[in-house]
């Protein structure tokens, strides 16, 4: 007995050391990112380089130390391979760093001269933060909030955090307000595309780079490379922990779901490099950019395009001359933005779909292979959100086409109008990139553009809006109940009713956002025309990023008004209630059942 006592008394006296080692390493990685931040942030810092350079060497040494006495002393013996390469490369270049600058530091050979540009430290440095917040960050969250506030809590963080990087006085040409900076963030960290201040004249090069990462963390989720990344360096995850990402995932089962996280980093990386080398390869000449700002071009509107952000770097837009009759540019932000909006659930569906092909139609060619048969391969959520996403971009391309043949769409030939109306409805339901002159814009397909941005894109998507299955659902609801139908059906399919209600909750929900937002802005901003204000809400609440001009003209209060219907609207309002309110356990009884008149 007395030696069980002193075995548990070892390991718990182990497990505070092994803490205090992560939030140590912590703390001293976040300070040193945060002097990286304050250097290149402020053009004229308080302290020289050199003394700066004196505590990124401090840093980067103990950093160094604390992963030689975690793998000696806290590190479970099965490491990935993967893990192993990282943190041997990071130990040898740091040594080799630290000993020129420590002790060779006039030294000129050729070789270590390479380590003199400072990159190298803000690299590694970086790597380590992103290290050590992958190991200490998720299993504080997770251990006191459920999974939903945990979301809700990730992007509020990274809001803040996005805004105070953007008030750094080298993000822009010439300052930006507290506010500013906050609906800045808020519009990147939730895909949606609105701006008060000009991407491309008013924020540095800098300026841009924060955004761009703003957009990638909020489109494809915060919680998918927190959480992936915190499985990678540790090796493990609690069983409270896999519940947690398991629900944010959408993961079937706990045993797929780091391999379901891995793909959707691997599938983003992938379609966003593809997407930038066709943009590159798709430039004018005339754009007068030099090979650096071609590569930041086509990498900064690949991933706004894929995580349907709707930022650019171009004043204009992409009614600038050198885009606007770039066909296949247009064609190629038509995909991306597609892609991104179907989904990762969908693209993987596909991809298995693609491969069961492969297996039973180019590999069945030898004969003395059986045939494999899988039903459903093309599952019903696949079904119904491709059949939709197609009936919505076929018919509003061909409205648009119709409509302003002669108005917004003049100037292009017939193809051309056919291929600008698409790139238009194909941005218009939730990225909000633009190539048409809205002033010339009827009424009408103005009322087209607010229903698409309501409708939005696909559940697990990098879009907002209220989702093309929760429109589909609710439409199939409708025509059940005129049929007389106790149930809904498609596909040889029955819909859960608890998809139903929260389909009907949804739609409530947008509906009470959005009119409270519509109130709120015609409140603070009397002066603005309503259209305008109805325009900007439900392209708020839809995160498309469209506007009749309004944006830069809204007060300080009604900035603050869409801020918060953006937020909503990229998370959805039912997961921010779900969030504060506790989850009641199924019960037991059912009252008597009673009809309630309706109409």
Known sequence: MSYSRNSFSEKTRKE?????????????????????????????PQISYHNLEKFYIIALFLLVLSTLVRYTSFRPKKQKIELWILDILFFVFSIILI??????????????????????????????????????????????????????????????????????????????????????????????????????????????????????????????????????????STFHSQLMIS???????????????????????????????????????????????????????????FCNAGFSTLSSGFQDS???????????????????????????????????LIVNRIFRLNKYREYIHKAWVININTRIVVITTMIIILAGTLILFVMEYNRSLEGHEWAGKLVTAFFNISSHRTAGFNSIDFSMVQVPVIFLIMALMWIGASPGSTGGGIKTTTFAISILNFISLAKGKDRVEVFHRQVADSS??????????????????????????????????????FSAYGTAGLSLGLTPNLSEASKLV??????????????????????????????????????
């Open 322 to 356: 050198n885009f606007l009759y770039n066909y296949p540019f247009l064609i190629t932000m038509s995909i991306l933005i597609i892609a991104g909006g179907l989904g990762f659930p969908i693209i993987f569906n596909f991809l298995k779909y693609i491969r069961h």
């Open 500 to 537: 139903l209600r929260r389909a009907s909750a949804i739609i409530m929900l947008s509906f009470i956002i959005i009119g409270i937002a519509i109130f709120l802005v015609s409140f603070f901003d009397p002066e603005e025309k309503l259209l305008d204000v109805v325009f900007e809400c």
């Open 99 to 236: 000993t020129k600058k420590v002790f060779l530091f006039n030294n000129t050979n050729e070789w270590l001269a390479i380590f003199d540009h400072r990159l190298w430290i803000y690299f590694l440095l970086f790597y380590a933060f992103f290290k050590e917040i992958s190991l200490f960050g998720p299993e504080i969250f997770s251990r006191r909030f459920n999974p939903a506030l945990i979301f809700v809590i990730s992007f509020l963080l990274m809001i803040i955090i996005g805004s105070l990087l953007l008030l750094l006085p080298n993000a822009t040409t010439s300052g930006i307000s507290f506010i500013d900076s906050l609906f800045t963030s808020t519009s990147a960290v939730c895909v949606t595309g609105l701006t008060v201040l000009d991407t491309g004249k008013n924020f540095t090069t800098l300026g841009q780079i924060i955004i761009l990462f703003l957009i990638q963390a909020g489109g494809v989720g915060i919680m998918t490379f927190t959480s992936y990344f915190s499985y990678f360096f540790k090796g493990k």
């Open 16 to 44: 505070t050391i092994q803490k205090w080692f992560l939030l140590s390493s912590f703390v001293i990685s976040f300070l040193a990112v945060l002097l990286i931040f304050i250097e290149i942030g402020f053009p004229s």
């Open 247 to 305: 629900d944010l995932a959408n993961s079937e089962t706990l045993s797929e779901l780091f391999v379901v996280l891995k793909r959707i980093i691997f599938v983003t990386f992938i379609i966003e490099a593809a997407g930038a080398l066709m943009i590159y390869s798709q430039l004018p000449d005339s754009t007068a950019m030099n090979l650096s700002e071609q590569i930041f071009f086509s990498v900064f509107h690949s991933i706004s395009g």
């Open 562 to 599: 869409i801020s918060i219907t953006m937020f909503l609207g990229r998370l959805g309002t039912l997961t921010v209630l779900i969030a504060f309110f506790k989850k009641i356990q199924h019960t037991n009884y059912h009252y008597p059942t009673e009809n309630i008149l309706i109409n």
